[in-house]
């Protein structure tokens, strides 16, 4: 693929971290194309053995993503969903059901998908001075790639209504009261500081990574019963790795743990 058309970069920083940029500068603004190559990346990501943590963030320091390509809208306004939001839908959960867990590094404006791309992001570090916010009201819809359900699960519906029901943006320090966002960090340090601690999970026994992601995300809105027999599940896959052996046996020994191996087993994403 030509650079010029590369609108998603990803690039492996070594210590289990990968970085995903959205390469639309200066907005980063996502079009039906960068929607189709991010899921390439996604996918790619997945299967990649020697990755553990992703950082997702965009390119230069006007916006994460400033949200949908409107200039698209006119061609497929007779099926929008068909064409656009059902994609884009399927993408963004990918980023929610990625095996490994995925961090937000938010420098300038998250608005509208973007900030809902983020919002599917397991941790949003987001810099002093950037902008967040669903602002689809002022064009008369709304956010229809995970506003509706990723921001109450966040914010609480009250919260989330107001949040939509007016469009505006919202300073970092007020996104992080309301726990939008995990933490806010001086401009320009969004990435490093999310890189950091990509590094610091990484560190950990993957296999139990792997599990708390899929465990809590799939016990989110379930009966007690049923998130019992997901947490009994995913604790008798876990005791069976060889990472728990591992961990255990350094615990005990009092020593150090022995790096395990990257490759990902399949059973903890059945």
Same mark, same amino acid.
């Given at each position: ?61 006007? !916006? ?6 409107? =200039?698209? &809208?006119? #061609? %497929?306004?007779?099926?929008?969903? +068909? ?112 890189? !950091? ?6 560190? =950990?026994? &993957?296999? #139990? %990574?792997?599990?708390?992601?899929? +465990? ?55």
């Amino acid at each position: 693929m030509e650079e010029r058309t590369k609108l998603i970069k990803v690039e492996a920083l070594g210590a289990g971290v990968s970085l995903l940029t959205l390469n639309n500068p200066p907005l980063n603004i996502n079009s039906i194309e960068m929607t189709r190559q991010l899921a390439e990346a996604l996918g790619a990501l997945d299967a990649d053995p020697a990755t553990r943590v992703v950082v997702v963030t965009g390119a230069g320091t006007r !916006a994460f993503c400033a949200g949908s390509d409107v =200039k698209e &809208f006119p #061609a %497929i306004s007779d099926d929008f969903v +068909g064409k656009k939001l059902r994609r884009e839908n399927e993408v963004f959960d990918m980023v929610e059901e990625l095996s490994q867990p995925v961090i937000a590094a938010i420098e300038g404006v998250a608005l509208g998908g973007g900030c809902e791309l983020a919002m599917a992001c397991d941790i949003r570090i987001m810099a002093a001075s950037a902008r967040i916010g669903l602002p689809e009201v002022n064009l008369g819809v709304f956010g229809g790639s995970g506003g509706l359900f990723r921001t109450p699960a966040l914010v609480g519906a009250s919260r989330a209504k107001e949040l939509m029901f007016l469009g505006e943006l919202i300073p970092a320090d007020e996104a992080e009261r309301i726990g939008l966002v995990s933490h806010v960090v001086p401009d320009g340090e969004a990435v490093p500081r999310a890189v !950091a601690m990509a590094e610091r999970i990484a560190a =950990k026994p &993957f296999e #139990a %990574i792997k599990a708390i992601k899929l +465990g809590v995300r799939q016990c989110t809105g379930v009966s007690r019963a049923d998130a019992l027999k997901i947490n009994f599940q995913l604790t008798d896959h876990v005791f069976r790795s060889d990472d728990c052996r591992e961990a255990v046996s350094a615990f005990l020994e009092k020593r150090a743990q022995r790096s395990s191996d990257r490759s990902k087993s399949e059973s903890s994403n059945d």
